[in-house]
Nanobody, 120 residues
Framework: QAQLVESGGGSVQPGGSLRLTCAAP????????MGWHRQAPGKQREMVVE???????TYLPVVKGRFTISKDKTNNMVYLQMNALEAEDTAVYYC??????????????WGQGTQVTVSS
């Protein structure tokens, strides 16, 4: 049973925006570092952004100022707002949860991925 479920990918022109959504169990959002990773064709998966359970956020430098992670703990969602998209942002985007604490210590989770294509 999938723990993390992404949605919101699609095709957009350069300069456009998309918002990705990750539905996750509330305990995972509370106890784990939530993040978004991406993998472009022929490239390794890379971290785009991570936010720890206490709110510390790290962004991939090339997306800083364009992408924003946020959490809705009421509805158990994690979002990635992507603005000013570039062709180089084209990739499969994965929701992730790791470095979990308390009873989830040692566990990690990945979503199935959602395709983002930026093209004119």
């Amino acid at each position: 049973q999938a723990q993390l479920v992404e949605s919101g990918g699609g095709s957009v022109q350069p300069g456009g925006s998309l918002r990705l959504t990750c539905a996750a169990p509330g305990d995972i959002i509370k106890m784990c570092t939530m993040g978004w990773h991406r993998q472009a064709p022929g490239k390794q998966r890379e971290m785009v952004v991570e936010e720890s359970s206490d709110g510390y956020t790290t962004y991939l430098p090339v997306v800083k100022g364009r992408f924003t992670i946020s959490k809705d703990k009421t509805n158990n969602m994690v979002y990635l707002q992507m603005n000013a998209l570039e062709a180089e942002d084209t990739a499969v985007y994965y929701c992730s949860a790791g470095r979990c604490t308390r009873r989830l210590r040692g566990r990690g989770y990945w979503g199935q991925g959602t395709q983002v294509t930026v093209s004119s």
